[in-house]
């Protein structure tokens, strides 16, 4: 089965597909629940940044094989406002306090490993990767 | 503990819960769960391990009541990150509270302004921050015409900012020894730099006075600062020292009025900062009269010992909870 790996988000059903994507290869990889859980909240996490504040975005995810470690690897794309300051952004308690959501800290807790590049005014990318225990 | 004998723990006081279905057994339940805290392990994966010992223990058990676990498990998630950033908030307000102790020391060193030991006074000072770091100031200076100048200030508000626009006062006072004998251009020079250096919403309240024992006479002057008393032992009563004057940093090119009074023997002056004089209690806000009345009732001890014990009184009616810096002066001639 191969499902499309790239959902455009543009609206909050969109979302709920990015997740699906993201739940059904954790299973097919391998992932216990928990993990498939963690990855798909990341995921959820990450589309609702792109629909609440870029509006033009996706959300691709793919198996990653490292050398013969296996994971999966989530990418978040938009061409958006991107974030005026990433160090303030990745804080605790930063987006959380207004009840935002998990924010990016949250995200880069549920996964193994978390790359972000932003620009104002370009938009904003990450990659995060979670490794198949 | 690994993961592997945790959940073999876990099995283990589950099933004899279910075998005994007992207090005991659910004491068990309690300290497994403070023990699994100290380990990290976090919500979602609390209910992963149930989920597994039931799978496990319990063959027949419907895959409804199992499903409806993962769905309990995805609420979780949430749960446990706010479970770890809680934790890592936590590790850095430890960090923060290490840093603000390293700071409270250094200005406490600041402050620790020596009380001169002169002949013609006994003088007693208590100065204590309402949080680690104190806004409030003082400072003593014997100079070699035996002159003895002492500052009393407070800064409105409270904490670090108030602490660090403390060290500035200092400084600057140490580098002004010339307007050490006139009050008033003390505080006009003071005032510039507070102008100029503080935020717009910060203010500084001052009292500045020196005594010349060659005159005996206590020259002073104020820069809004709640106002001492003067003892007169000759009349037996206490008045306010009164003295008018703007806060310093309200405006550049304030001018203070310089007072005088005549000192006898048996004299005494208080200063103090609001923190003394506003302390809340049940029935609200302490009277002035009452300070009054504190020291009135302590005269005849040594100075150090009438500031201990109305710090000590007043420190007692609100329940040993400051709620602003406390600083008091007493000097007796």
Excluded at chain 1, 76 to 87: A, E, F, L, M, T
Excluded at chain 2, 13 to 23: K, Q
Excluded at chain 2, 183 to 202: A, F, I, K, T, W
């Amino acid at each position: 089965m191969r499902t499309q790996s790239c959902i455009k988000i543009k609206n909050e059903w969109n979302i709920v597909q990015a997740r699906q994507l993201g739940r059904d290869l954790s299973k097919q990889l391998g992932f216990q629940t928990v993990d498939q859980a963690r990855i798909t909240t990341a995921i959820s996490e990450l589309a609702r940044n792109i629909y609440l504040y870029a509006n033009d975005g996706f959300i691709k995810v793919e198996p990653i094989n490292d050398m013969g470690k296996l994971g999966l690897k989530v990418v978040s794309s938009d061409k958006g406002p991107g974030i005026k300051d990433v160090r303030k952004a990745m804080e605790d308690g930063y987006t959380t306090s207004g009840g935002l959501g998990a924010g990016l800290p949250g995200v880069k807790r549920l996964m193994d490993e978390f790359k972000i590049h932003s620009q104002e005014g370009v938009g904003t990318e990450i990659v995060a990767i979670k490794w198949l225990r | 503990m690994d993961s592997q004998s945790l959940y073999k723990k876990y099995e283990e006081i589950l099933l004899n819960y279910l075998e005994n279905r007992n207090e005991r057994a659910l004491y068990k339940a309690q300290q497994f769960g403070r023990k699994m805290i100290e380990q990290n392990i976090s919500p979602e994966e609390v209910v992963s391990m149930h989920v597994k010992v039931l799978s496990r223990t319990m063959p027949n058990l419907d895959k409804e009541t199992l499903d409806a676990f993962d769905f309990l498990l995805e609420v979780m998630v949430d749960y446990g990150l706010a479970y770890r950033e809680h934790q890592s908030l936590r590790n850095k307000q430890r960090q923060l509270d290490s840093e603000i102790e390293v700071a409270a020391n250094l200005q406490q060193s600041l402050l620790k302004g020596d009380v001169p030991d002169c002949e013609f006074a006994d003088i007693g000072v208590i100065s204590q921050p309402a949080k680690k770091m104190s806004g409030d100031y003082y400072h003593f200076v014997n100079d070699n015409h035996n002159c003895i100048s002492v500052a009393i200030a407070d800064i409105v508000g409270k904490g670090i900012p108030a602490a660090m626009c403390m060290s500035m006062i200092k400084y600057t006072m140490d580098s002004l020894p010339e307007q050490r004998m006139q009050p008033g251009s003390m505080l006009e020079n003071l005032n510039r730099v507070v102008e100029q250096n503080v935020d717009p919403n910060m203010f500084v309240t001052m009292f500045y006075g020196l005594y010349d024992p060659r005159v005996q006479e206590f020259f002073y002057s104020s820069a809004g600062h709640e106002p001492g008393f003067f003892y007169s032992a000759k009349e037996d009563q206490f008045t306010e020292l009164e003295a008018k004057g703007l806060v310093l940093g309200l405006t550049r090119s304030t001018k203070y009025n310089e007072y005088v009074k005549k000192v006898h023997s048996g004299d005494m002056i208080v200063l103090l900062t609001d923190g003394v004089t506003e302390c809340r209690t049940e029935k609200g806000f302490i009277e002035r009269e009452e300070v009054v009345s504190l020291i009135r009732d302590n005269m005849e001890k040594p100075a150090q010992e009438i500031v201990d014990h109305v710090f000590y009184e007043l420190e007692k009616l609100q329940d040993f909870d400051l709620r602003d810096d406390f600083t008091l002066i007493v000097i007796k001639f």
